[in-house]
């Protein structure tokens, strides 16, 4: 059952509230939590503190004092029975320059020798779908993007990485994210984008929010210079 | 706008940063809310120089810095016991003083607790990014210059109030916190309890966890009895929203309780730390003992009601600082 026929609560201690749309990865899903979110932040009841969409589920964070727990439930309860209430602006397309393999993506060998592939071909199935934006998270500004073509599908490394660079463009499994700081990470790191995912000052400060669709395109180290000026 | 240097730090102590109450609102942008990781301790020391209750404030830890004053200014120290000293002499926490320029504020050794707040009347003067002061340490942003403060950072105020315009105020005595060395915290089962066995929730209850010296701002890190989840459901869960005093379960049983910098993450939460305790997670320190008590929604509620009652009635007509 992908998508469940009412939300299901799960109370996350007595200031936040997840609230579970399926059980799945999957785009309607996803579309679903999208739209509970924006109905719910088109016009948020006062006590509201935040609001974390994510793959599945929402949570939203608020003040006890302020809000009562059902308070909350009826009117995700209101929106759900009135999707009308959120439509969503039609996606934005983003196209994002990859410099692949190299120092910039450490893994781009290894993944192909595991789907027995050359580099060149791992470039392209990864350049070829359109993948959605499931959620921002993880670090600021870090999207999970998917899915990722059987094709190239793989594992993370089994021992994370203390510092993986910002712009590092990386791959789990059918997931595919890019790393906004740097921080320590596990995923297959196959090329670098020299586009700023997070900008504190920015509005908003991540470059691409949920519901956003991605293309990857390769450039040189050369182009990824220019890029930069 | 006129601008006043009020303080030097000589040293910075072991990590010092200016944070506020956090940054809320931007999750959906993967930010995480940073703040106070001892909420009560900052407001206090707020209400205590006239401040506002979320006004930016210095927290220390350990080992607190040592700040020369540059100007005379009116300061209160909270939270855990690091044994603040005014030009080398000891004095009273939970109260404002009233500091001379060229005054030496620094700190001795860790009596108790394990974080120091530092409020002064006015305020620090630090640019909000996305709505707060604080410094977000793992991603480099906020507060001062994104990071945790060093040896010469100058640090000013916008409008000092160079005397507080009742006495010196202090703390209701009774409600000063006293930090033990063995915590119970008392938790809400969830979000995904569920997922564990009764018996692992049994053990969780009955657990006597140590704090381990790994953890940090992003996580308190325990060591003790090892929570297994139920065997025929996968290893990780899909990656949802966490907040401050989630209990997390990873894959080798060992919970960590989830601090202010991390926003989602994909390992079951058997637990979440109730609001009225989470100014406790910021004093509990490595090698102390921890254990879980379970409550109702309601008794969570009356707990944080008590903890609010407190912040509210101690400070008797706050008069702002304009």
């Known amino acids: 059952m992908p998508l469940y026929d009412a939300p299901k609560f799960r109370i996350m201690g007595d200031r936040s509230l997840l609230v579970e749309l399926g059980d799945e990865i999957s785009s309607a899903i996803n579309q679903s939590v999208q739209e509970l979110f924006a109905g719910i932040d088109s016009n948020p009841s006062k006590g509201i503190l935040d609001l974390v969409p994510s793959y599945r589920s929402l949570l939203v964070i608020y003040d006890p004092l302020c809000i009562s727990l059902d308070e909350i439930k009826a009117g995700i309860i209101d929106i759900w029975k009135n999707p009308d209430q959120c439509r969503l602006p039609q996606p934005q397309t983003v196209k994002i320059p990859v410099v692949y393999g190299g120092e910039r993506g450490p893994d781009l060998q290894q993944v192909a020798l595991y789907h027995d592939l050359t580099p060149q071909e791992v470039i392209g199935f990864h350049t070829r779908p359109i993948y959605r934006v499931y959620m921002i998270g993880f670090t600021p500004g870090y999207p999970y993007l998917g899915e990722v073509m059987d094709a190239i599908a793989t594992p993370r490394h089994e021992t994370p990485r203390t510092l993986v660079p910002k712009g590092s463009v990386g791959i789990a499994q059918k997931q595919t994210g890019i790393y906004s700081v740097d921080s320590p990470g596990g995923w297959q790191i196959i090329g670098w984008t020299p586009v700023k995912l997070f900008d504190p000052d920015g509005q908003p400060p991540s470059h691409l929010v949920m519901g956003d669709r991605v293309q990857f395109y390769a450039i040189t180290e050369q182009e990824a210079a220019q890029w930069l000026n | ?322």
Not at chain 2, 184 to 197: N, Y
Not at chain 2, 222 to 239: C, N, T, V
């Open chain 2, 1 to 322: 706008m006129a601008e006043l240097k009020i303080m030097e730090i000589l040293s910075p102590g072991i990590l010092t940063s200016i944070q506020d109450l956090g940054r809320y609102g931007y999750g959906r942008y993967g930010v995480a809310p940073s703040g106070a990781l001892d909420p009560f301790s900052l407001r206090i020391a707020n209400l205590l120089v006239g401040n506002r209750p979320d006004q930016a404030g210095l927290e220390t830890m350990l080992l607190g810095p040592a700040i020369r004053v540059l100007a005379d200014i009116v300061v209160a120290v909270t939270g855990g016991n690091l044994q603040p000293l005014l030009n080398k002499q000891p004095i009273e926490m939970w109260r404002s003083h009233n500091l001379k320029k060229d005054d030496i504020l620094s700190f001795g050794s860790m009596a108790s607790g394990l974080r120091a707040y530092v409020a002064v009347a006015g305020g620090i003067r630090i640019t909000p990014v996305m709505g707060s002061r604080s410094t977000n340490l793992p991603s480099g942003f906020g507060g001062f210059q994104g990071r945790a403060l060093e040896k010469n950072d100058i640090l000013t105020s916008a409008n000092p109030c160079r005397q507080l315009q009742t006495q010196t105020r202090v703390f209701n005595e009774a409600w000063i916190p006293h930090y033990p060395n063995r915590w119970s915290l008392r938790i809400l089962w969830g979000p995904q309890d569920d997922h564990f066995p009764d018996e692992s929730r049994a053990s969780f209850l009955n657990a006597a966890y140590k704090m381990s010296s790994d953890s940090d701002r992003t996580g308190i890190r325990l060591e003790g009895a090892i929570i297994r989840k139920k065997p025929d459901i996968q290893a990780s869960i899909i990656s949802e929203g966490v907040i401050t005093g989630s209990v997390q379960i990873p894959g080798d049983g060992k919970p960590i309780i989830i601090l202010g910098e991390t926003v989602t993450g994909g390992y079951r939460k058997i637990a979440t730390v109730i609001s009225a305790d989470l100014p406790l997670l910021g004093q509990i320190k490595p090698g102390d003992t921890v254990g879980f008590s379970a409550v109702s929604l309601d008794e969570a509620r009356r707990a944080l009601t008590a903890v609010e009652e407190k912040v509210h009635s101690s400070i008797h007509k706050p008069r702002l600082c304009r």
